[in-house]
C-alpha cells in the first residue's frame, strides 16, 4: 500500500502563490505515475498535473504556464508549484499515484492510491 498525505493548502488572493506538497510512505515513488487533481464543490474531480517516471509532465486545461509539477525520488514527494492563483482555481486537490510508471496518469479511473486532500482557496 501506499500512502499519500498532502500539505501546503490554504487561503490566498488572486494572484497569488502556493506550493503543495505530497508525502508519500509504503513504496518508492519511482515506480509510480504521480499526479495531482482537484475538485470544487459541484464538479467532478480533474486533473491538474501529473509526472511519470521519466518525468514527463502533462497539465490540465487552465493551469498550464501557472503550475509547475515536480518530485523528488530521494524524498518520496511529490510538489506543486501554483502562480498567479485565480479564484476558479478553489478546490480540495488530491495527490494521486498510479503503480505504472511509464504511463500517464491523467485521468481518475487510473489512479490506484489517493490522499485524502488540502484545501485551496482564492479570494478575488
Known amino acids: 500500500q501506499v500512502q499519500l498525505v498532502e500539505s501546503g493548502g490554504g487561503s490566498v488572493q488572486s494572484g497569488g502563490s502556493l506550493r503543495l506538497s505530497c508525502a508519500a510512505s509504503g513504496y518508492p515513488i519511482g515506480g509510480f505515475c504521480m499526479a495531482w487533481f482537484r475538485q470544487a464543490p459541484g464538479k467532478e474531480r480533474e486533473a491538474v498535473a501529473s509526472?511519470?517516471?521519466?518525468?514527463?509532465?502533462s497539465y490540465g486545461e487552465g493551469v498550464e504556464g501557472r503550475f509547475t509539477i515536480s518530485r523528488d525520488y530521494s524524498k518520496k514527494a511529490l510538489y506543486l508549484q501554483m502562480n498567479n492563483l485565480k479564484p476558479e482555481d478553489t478546490a480540495t486537490y488530491y495527490c494521486a499515484a498510479r503503480d505504472d510508471a511509464g504511463v500517464r496518469c491523467m485521468n481518475s479511473r487510473d489512479i490506484n492510491f489517493w490522499g485524502r486532500g488540502t484545501q485551496v482557496t482564492v479570494s478575488s
Open positions: 509526472v511519470n517516471g521519466d518525468n514527463s509532465v
